[in-house]
Structure formats: C-alpha cells, structure tokens
C-alpha cells in the first residue's frame, strides 16, 4: 500500500500547469536579488516593477533616502559665504 502511494505522488512534478505558469516573464529585484515572476496585478506597469516584493520596495526606498542625506550632509552649504 505505501509503495502504490509514493509510485502515485510524484507524478504531479514532471508535468505542465494547464495555467502556462511557466512560461510568464521574470526579472531580478533590484534590493533582494532573487527572481520574480509577473503577476496579474502587475500587468500595467510591468515594466516599471523593479521589486519582488513591498518589504523590498520599502527597504530600496530607505536606502535611497539614506543616500540622499549622505550626500547633501557631505556637501557645504554656501548660503552662508554669501554674506
């Protein structure tokens, strides 16, 4: 009996998704790295997607904002040598 289960239950892992799932578009995310499939809520604005996922989207958003405030602290200001 466990041997007919285990013969029955892979066979699901060789065969194709009546969906095509397999064939849809990937990119890599810009934070993490990893691959990410297209998903129908991005079907807009797929090729503004650069994230896989929120948690991505807001550690890329920090990131920048770090950056933005290491390079306007490194830089002098010169209201005050106006005077």
Do not use: Y
Request: glycine share 4%; charged share 35%; aromatic share 6%.
């Amino acid at each position: 009996d466990i041997q007919v289960a285990l013969d029955v239950w892979p066979m699901h892992l060789g065969r194709v998704c009546a969906s095509g799932k397999q064939n849809l578009p990937q990119k890599i995310c810009v934070t993490c790295g990893r691959p990410f499939t297209w998903r129908k809520k991005w079907e807009r604005c797929w090729d503004e997607v650069s994230t896989c996922s929120k948690r991505c989207n807001a550690e890329r958003k920090r990131r920048n904002r770090e950056e933005a405030r290491k390079i306007s602290g490194s830089q002098p200001t010169t209201d005050s040598d106006d005077q």
